[in-house]
């Protein structure tokens, strides 16, 4: 495998997974909740009802969040996570080029979680804030 294939896994997993944990959020506020900056959480299972407002409004919220905890290392966390996965899935899958790339892609969408479900259970674990 030569250089040039390696720093390329390592920078589609970093980009899928920064622009993975869009919709990731935005899933998050449909089916769970997501801390909305100076806001609540925006859920079923919080303060702001997704049902409330349109889904243009939802939307503009979530992206928002993402822009505000993305600033605040986020999108370093989201990084860091998305090249260690481009990194890992490259060794594994070194033959194929059609199944590493799905598999990167997989892969870094499931890693876009990571930053988001502990934003959604935070004031469980620290308490309300």
């Keep these: 495998m030569s250089f040039k294939s390696k720093v390329m896994d390592i920078l589609k997993g970093t980009i899928i997974a920064v622009v993975a944990s869009f ?5 998050f506020s449909l089916l769970f909740r997501l801390p909305v900056p100076m806001g609540g959480y925006i859920g079923p299972f919080g303060e702001i009802g997704v049902y409330d407002f349109g889904a243009v409004e939802l939307f503009k919220t979530v992206f928002l969040a993402w822009i505000f905890y993305g600033m605040f290392g986020g999108f370093i966390i989201l990084s860091v996570f998305g090249a260690i996965t481009g990194v890992i899935v490259s060794r594994k899958y070194p033959e194929s080029v059609a199944i590493k790339n799905k598999m990167i892609v997989l892969w870094a969408t499931i890693i876009s979680a990571i930053p988001i479900l502990p934003l959604s259970i935070l004031d469980y674990i620290i308490g309300p804030w």
Excluded at 23 to 27: G, N, R, T, Y
């Design 23 to 27: 919709p990731v959020a935005i899933l």
